[in-house]
C-alpha cells in the first residue's frame, strides 16, 4: 500500500482485512478515511437469496438495498448539492430503517449461518457503508471505482472531522 503513502482522504473500498492499516488512526503513514461499498453487503445477501426456495429474510435485505439503488439513481444526475439532500431525504430513512432490521435479525439468525455472517458483515461495517450520505463524491457503490481514493481540496472540512 506504500503507493497511498502520504494520501489523505477518503477510500472506497471492501471490508478486505489487509486495507485495516490505511484505516487505523493511530499509524502515521495514512490519513485515510473508509468508505464501505453497499454492493459488497448485497451480493452476501443475494447469495442466501438465490439458494432460497421461497422468499425470506434474505430477500428483506435486498428489498432495502434496492430501496437504497433506486434512490443513488435517482441522485446520479443531480448537483453536488442536490444530491447531497436527496441522499438525506431518500436514503437515510431508509438506511435507519435497514440497520433498525440488521439489529432485530442479528438475534434471530445463527451467528455461523450465511444469514448470519451477511448481517454481521452489514453491521461491522455500517459506519463505513453509511458515510457516503455526508461526503461527496463518495457512492452508495464501489464496484467501478474499487480502491480510487477520493481527494479533498485544502478548502474543505478536513476528512477526520466528518466521520
Same mark, same amino acid.
Given at each position: 500500500m506504500n503507493f497511498l503513502k502520504g494520501y489523505? /482522504?477518503?477510500?472506497? &473500498?471492501? &471490508?478486505? *482485512?489487509?486495507?485495516d492499516k490505511l484505516f487505523d488512526h493511530k499509524q502515521t503513514d495514512y #490519513?485515510?478515511?473508509?468508505?464501505?461499498?453497499?454492493?459488497?453487503?448485497?451480493?452476501? +445477501?443475494?447469495?442466501?437469496?438465490?439458494?432460497?426456495?421461497? $422468499? /425470506? *429474510?434474505?430477500?428483506? &435485505?435486498?428489498? +432495502?438495498i434496492q430501496k437504497l439503488y433506486r434512490a443513488e439513481k435517482a441522485a446520479r444526475e443531480l448537483s453536488d448539492d442536490d444530491r447531497k439532500q436527496l441522499r438525506q431525504e431518500q436514503a437515510k430513512p431508509i438506511l435507519v430503517d435497514f440497520k433498525q432490521w440488521l439489529d432485530q435479525t442479528v438475534n434471530r439468525v445463527l451467528p455461523k449461518s450465511p444469514l448470519g455472517t451477511a448481517v454481521s458483515y452489514a453491521l461491522k461495517n455500517w459506519d463505513a457503508l453509511t458515510r457516503y450520505l455526508k461526503r461527496? $463524491?463518495? #457512492? !452508495?457503490?464501489?464496484?467501478?471505482?474499487? !480502491?480510487? $481514493?477520493?481527494?479533498?481540496?485544502? *478548502?474543505? *472540512?478536513? $476528512?477526520a472531522s466528518n466521520n
Open positions: 489523505q /482522504g477518503y477510500l472506497q &473500498a471492501d &471490508a478486505y *482485512t489487509g486495507y #490519513q485515510i478515511i473508509e468508505v464501505a461499498c453497499m454492493a459488497h453487503v448485497r451480493r452476501k +445477501f443475494y447469495e442466501i437469496a438465490q439458494q432460497a426456495k421461497k $422468499p /425470506g *429474510t434474505a430477500h428483506q &435485505a435486498l428489498s +432495502f461527496l $463524491p463518495t #457512492q !452508495l457503490n464501489s464496484k467501478l471505482d474499487e !480502491l480510487l $481514493p477520493w481527494h479533498w481540496k485544502s *478548502t474543505q *472540512t478536513s $476528512p
